[in-house]
């Protein structure tokens, strides 16, 4: 672990890439600008927003336009990729990741990107950067371009993408086998916080799919040489997760609809039993009420078998009223 004092403003780490030699030299912590750069080489130096000073290192790094600048300090949460005098920048979507583990929270991955370099920003650890690291780790040589390194950050977000399809596929799943079984169980609760991660991901990915066609539709003059075929295949990749998302989102709104019908047929069998109760019930009140009342002349008022006439009258009422309500099939 390379515990020498950081140089660069917001240093997460820093690779310089030669095409020629097929390598990829990670450069220390103590580490200058100067070495970013070499002859035939390129660079990907990936910095932390939390440090203040990133705007100023910025200024002293060539190559980077205004706009591009902007885009790599911004704090907008919503995705963009422009493409301008040959530069690539914006903002990508992506998942974030803390010490312990992965999570589906999302994050924000600001880039600029030309022939020469990829810089890339952000405020929190995200997932797919961090294996992006590891298989430059893994395979050096593969990367001649920093067009490479951009199609690789996408590609390990469509992985991310399709882990978290996975892992909220399961969940339904479970969710599923409780709403279709016999026991009545209100999974509302449990189904929301799916709905909510699947509707999110997909307004996201959505909007980075209509940039990626926007930017690949773009003068070739204008954007970085090799970006349109990549391009292309990210924008097929892409399509490919768009449409298990959206899968996914319409089986949560059909399970969805499913628990509320299952929780409408209770309340109304409920309310069946109540009514039955009340049908019941409804002729002994009337008769009871009946004998309440504070007149003369009353039935059964005078005599020993006052009581038992008036208990007769509320047992053969409910009679009544049970005979009514099977004649019309309600019972």
């Known amino acids: 672990m390379d515990t020498l004092p950081v140089n660069i403003p917001g240093f997460v780490w820093a690779y310089r890439f030669s095409p020629d030699d097929k390598t990829a030299v990670r450069l220390n912590n103590s580490a200058t600008v100067a070495e970013l750069t070499a ?4 660079y990907w130096l990936h910095l932390n927003l939390v440090d ?3 705007p100023a290192l910025l200024e ?7 706009d591009a600048k902007s885009a790599l300090t911004t704090h907008d949460t919503h995705a963009a990729i422009t493409v301008d005098e040959q530069m690539l920048y914006g903002t990508l979507v992506d998942c974030q990741r803390d010490f312990a583990q992965d999570t589906n929270n999302l994050g ?3 880039f600029a990107m030309s022939d020469r370099f990829i810089i890339t920003t952000r405020l929190q650890p995200l997932r797919s950067v961090e294996r992006a690291r590891g298989l430059i780790e893994k395979n050096p040589g593969k990367f ?3 067009v490479d390194l951009f199609e690789l950050l996408v590609i390990e977000f469509q992985r991310t993408l399709i882990a978290i399809v996975i892992e909220l596929t399961e969940e339904l799943n479970q969710i599923e086998d409780i709403v279709y079984d016999n026991a009545p169980r209100d999974e509302r609760r449990r189904l929301a916080p799916v709905r909510r991660t699947v509707v999110r991901l997909h307004r996201h990915l959505r909007t980075v799919l209509a940039l990626m066609r926007r930017a690949a539709a773009a003068d070739e003059d204008e954007m970085p040489f090799g970006f349109d075929d990549v391009a292309r295949r ?6 490919t997760v768009d449409h298990d998302i959206y899968a996914l989102q319409d089986r949560a709104r059909l399970l969805h609809e499913e628990i509320d019908s299952k929780q409408s047929s209770e309340t109304n069998r409920h309310l069946y039993l109540l009514s039955i109760m009340t ?8 008769v009871t009420g009946f004998f309440g009342m504070n007149t003369a002349n009353l039935p059964f008022a005078v005599g020993d078998y006052g009581t038992e006439y008036a208990v007769i009258l509320i047992v053969g009422s409910v009679a009544l009223a049970w005979w009514l309500l099977r004649r019309v099939n309600i019972l």
Do not use: K
């Open 60 to 66: 002293t790094l060539d190559g980077l336009t205004e």
């Open 279 to 286: 049908a019941f019930l409804l002729p002994p009140t009337l």
């Open 144 to 146: 001649a371009r920093p």
């Open 234 to 239: 990210l924008t097929s990749r892409l399509e």
């Open 52 to 54: 203040a000073r990133v």
């Open 39 to 42: 002859d035939n080489c390129f």
């Open 108 to 110: 924000w991955l600001h």
